[in-house]
């Protein structure tokens, strides 16, 4: 990895002063013993109620726009080899097209990396666009704009970690403009917030949801689905809180309500009714029950791999079946400096990173497909930046490249069996329709009937633009 010189630290998020405010959670957090309420805290301001419809159209377009129910972001942190993956360049010098073969696929004419067998067989259901650009080749500054669609406050950074400045990550969007009507969250990150050991700032920012204000946070799942003891910290209740006990603590919860005047109600009313929809969520067993993998054939969960990832892309789908509107899946602290291949890149690419990238979304694809679900999920894979075209001088690794990488989309509405922009003949610059981060972001926006001109006021009143992007429409069928 390539840092900028170290910059000061990161903004505080919060204030440390203690408010009433602070003592009415702390008090709720007693009565339900979870920290799930602050996922619905502010969702009654958002839509006037908790339960309220969103910005979803009655009847979606045949251009794409609210063809899609829910969202699986599949976010390749690191930033895969365009070359090595998607968008191969047979006919380049060695030095330029790497170690491997292209092969064919289930499309004639297209072409992928030998070491995605699997998802060669699944071009007939996928869009590969091949033109994705910018010019940020620091990682923490990039994750925020394609996970965001917009600018990080400081672009060209490794050094700037998250901060109320953020622009909002787009699961907080969906949290607030169309918030779940159940009980689950809106939008879930897992399997946690990806960070670089080798950049000052640390976690990258635009992972939550920043202006928008932390009650439209993406319900952060952290933790190996792959374990055999995996459970959500928090969703459970433990062993002695019997449904009976909460329904006793929510009457106690009622009884307790200190507000003596209609304004002090009006005050409370945000935090309570969170607190009423955790508790519902903690009595649900279908709510629990969408975090439970061990209900899956074991035979579907060895064909997703019995990996960390494999395992995440599972769950993503038990939970977008569920109702949870857009859920990301970051590629996993491996302790290897993920897709950030400097060095060794042909070999990590071969033996570790893409085999279980290949598994899973292949078979996430397939289990969608099956279930009837592809058609309204639209499913985006996607990195921060490529790598360059020429490999180093050692002949093993290849350097950060923002100027040229690809994505693939599915479902959703998306037109199967297509590739959509072109790169040069390295694979170094777009040659047909430059795609930047933002129009991915407004593409997905676009797809759940969200419209990416839409403008929010951030905490100083000002109106400000959810995305700066253009929706790709070519995209859809």
Avoid at 187 to 201: E, I, K, L, R
Avoid at 392 to 408: I, M, N
Wanted: aromatic content about 8%; overall charge neutral; proline content about 8%.
């Amino acid at each position: 990895m390539r840092t900028t010189p170290n910059d000061a630290a990161c903004n505080e998020f919060y204030s440390a002063s203690w408010t009433r405010r602070d003592a009415l959670r702390a008090g709720a957090l007693a009565l339900t013993g979870l920290g799930l309420p602050e996922l619905f805290v502010g969702r009654a301001a958002a839509s006037g109620t908790l339960r309220g419809a969103g910005t979803r159209p009655a009847t979606t377009g045949a251009s794409g726009f609210g063809r899609a129910k829910s969202c699986i972001v599949i976010f390749q942190w690191g930033g895969p080899s365009q070359l090595d993956t998607w968008d191969p360049k047979p006919d380049a010098p060695l030095e330029i097209r790497g170690a491997f073969r292209a092969i064919e696929t289930r499309v004639p004419g297209i072409r992928i990396s030998e070491h995605f067998p699997n998802l060669a067989s699944q071009t007939h259901r996928t869009t590969i666009i091949r033109s994705m650009t910018h010019d940020d080749p620091a990682h923490l500054s990039s994750a925020h704009r394609v996970l965001t669609g917009h600018l990080a406050p400081r672009p060209f950074s490794d050094a700037a970690g998250p901060s109320p400045q953020d622009s909002p990550h787009l699961g907080a969007l969906v949290a607030r403009l169309r918030p779940n009507r159940g009980v689950l969250p809106s939008s879930v990150t897992m399997p946690w917030t990806v960070a670089h050991p080798a950049a000052p700032g640390g976690r990258a920012p635009g992972q939550n949801a920043g202006w928008l204000g932390r009650a439209f946070d993406p319900f952060a799942l952290e933790g190996n689905p792959n374990d055999a003891d995996f459970r959500i910290p928090g969703l459970e209740p433990s062993a002695d809180l019997a449904p009976s006990r909460l329904r006793s603590r929510r009457s106690l919860l009622e009884e307790l309500d200190p507000a003596s005047t209609t304004a002090k109600a009006n005050a409370a009313t945000s935090w309570n009714q969170a607190v009423e929809r955790t508790l519902d969520m903690l009595m649900s067993s279908e709510a629990r029950g969408a975090f439970r993998l061990d209900r899956e054939d074991p035979r579907l969960r060895d064909r997703y791999g019995r990996h960390i990832h494999g395992q995440c892309l599972l769950l993503a789908r038990r939970l977008v079946e569920a109702g949870v509107g857009l859920v990301t899946v970051n590629w996993h602290d491996d302790g290897m400096n993920f897709w950030d291949t400097h060095g060794d890149n042909f070999n990590q690419l071969k033996n570790r990173l893409m085999p279980p990238a290949d598994q899973g979304f292949a078979a996430l694809l397939d289990d969608l497909d099956a279930r009837g679900l592809l058609d309204e999920t639209l499913v985006v894979w996607v990195g921060e930046f490529g790598r360059t075209p020429r490999t180093t001088q050692w002949g093993s690794g290849r350097e950060h490249w923002p100027r040229c990488y690809s994505a693939v989309l599915a479902g959703g509405g998306i037109a199967r069996g297509r590739v959509f922009g072109a790169s040069d003949r390295y694979a170094a610059y777009p040659s047909q329709d430059p795609v930047s981060p933002d129009d991915l972001g407004a593409t997905i926006l676009y797809a759940l009937g969200i419209d990416p001109a839409r403008e929010l006021l951030d905490p100083l009143a000002r109106p400000l633009r959810i995305n700066t992007g253009r929706p790709l429409t070519q995209v859809f069928a």
